[in-house]
């Protein structure tokens, strides 16, 4: 099977990823539905939005956090002030699960994923995805890294509160054991990200430091009104969006507070289109909406009085009025010294045909 996300980011087209995460818990007991429905929920308003993947987290907080790990989140939003706490709310889906939802994907047409967070979950999902997704919170676990990559399979490595010679690292680990298409998710790890803190301009310097990978951006900020957020990380280079997803953005805890709804999706996804629709090309060139402009609003050499037929022509009997239908001024030279063939109009238009060497 082919990725989704990795065609489309490697045709330079805009990809976005709907980060559901476990938010489909707390949509479950807002609706009074069951986990299950709620997920097929999200995937189905995902893809009437147009989203192009969806991606889950799968995990079991007895392996993923000790009990005494403290919170890093805003509490004000997310009130649970312990890790294993938290995810201990969320933890209840497995294989099966996974793979009912991993088959709905597959019905309704849009790429299914989930970032795996331990060694059991990674080689249960293998066979269900087409990519990997690797958490910025395990960019230093080499060996976990090592276990996706011999996968064989593209991977999505995100890589906040990373430094350099981290990236660099994981990078070379994944690159030991797989030559799959390799994406780097620039992030920030503070939930939500404050505008002042996305960091954009760190696109251009993981496009600059590793041109050969496609670059991305996971984004934490809240939706801003005009999602220029996104637009300008797209702008920077970032081809491929993953970010949080969830159906009420009211909703406390979790991830639903700096998360998109459908709607914001839809508008993110009409505004990438404006974007692309304005950037054009990248062809120095006069465009063919251009030409009418371009001959009208241009200049031609022009007659600066009565030019009698068989007068040699100098540079005081010529000026320069649009439109630019006739002879260049560019060929001023080339006019000048040459013989009217007939008589020249104050105010004519010089063409080719009017004069004599």
């Known amino acids: ?210 041109p050969d990978l496609i670059i991305g951006y996971s984004d934490h900020t809240k939706p801003d009104s005009c999602y220029d957020v996104i637009k300008t990380a797209y702008c920077l280079g970032a081809t491929v969006i993953e970010k949080h997803y969830t159906l009420n953005k009211e909703l406390k805890g979790n991830d639903h507070y700096h998360a998109m709804d459908p709607e914001d999706a839809r508008k993110i996804l009409a505004g990438i289109a404006f974007v692309d629709e304005i950037r054009g090309s990248y062809d120095l060139k006069c465009l063919d909406s251009e030409q009418k402009a371009r001959s009208n609003a241009r200049r031609s050499i022009v007659a600066a009085c009565d030019i009698p037929q068989g007068t040699v022509i100098t540079q005081e009997m010529l000026t320069f009025k649009r439109p630019g239908t006739g002879i260049s001024p560019t060929q001023t030279d080339l006019v000048v010294g040459k013989t009217a063939a007939v008589f020249i109009a104050d105010d004519t238009i010089l063409q080719p045909d009017m004069l004599n060497d």
């Not at 709310?89 to 294989?95: A, I, R, T, V």
């Not at 430094?163 to 298409?181: L, S």
């Open 1 to 210: 099977m082919e990725s989704t996300v990795i065609r489309r980011a490697q045709e330079g087209k805009f990809v976005l990823i709907a980060e559901i995460g476990v938010n489909y818990y707390d949509i479950a007991t807002e609706r009074g539905i069951s986990p299950m429905e709620a997920a097929k929920l999200m995937i189905r308003e995902a893809k009437a939005a147009g989203i192009h993947a969806v991606k889950f987290q799968t995990y079991k907080a007895e392996t993923l956090a000790a009990k005494a790990s403290p919170y890093y989140w805003d509490i004000t939003e997310e009130p649970t002030r312990s890790q294993y706490e938290l995810f201990q709310k969320f933890d209840s889906f497995g294989e099966a699960e996974y793979r009912e939802l991993a088959s709905y994907c597959r019905e309704l047409e849009i790429e299914f994923c989930s970032t795996a967070f331990d060694f059991a979950s990674a080689d249960y999902l293998d066979s269900m995805m087409d990519i990997y997704k690797i958490s910025s919170s395990d960019l230093s676990n080499l060996p976990f890294i090592a276990h996706q990559a011999k996968k064989n399979k593209p991977i999505l490595l995100s890589v906040g509160a990373s430094n350099p010679d981290e990236i660099d690292r994981a990078v070379e680990t994944i690159r030991r054991y797989n030559r799959c298409p390799l994406v780097l998710l620039h992030c920030v790890l503070e939930y939500p990200t404050p505008y002042a803190h996305a960091n954009l301009n760190k696109i251009v310097a993981l496009k600059e430091r590793y």
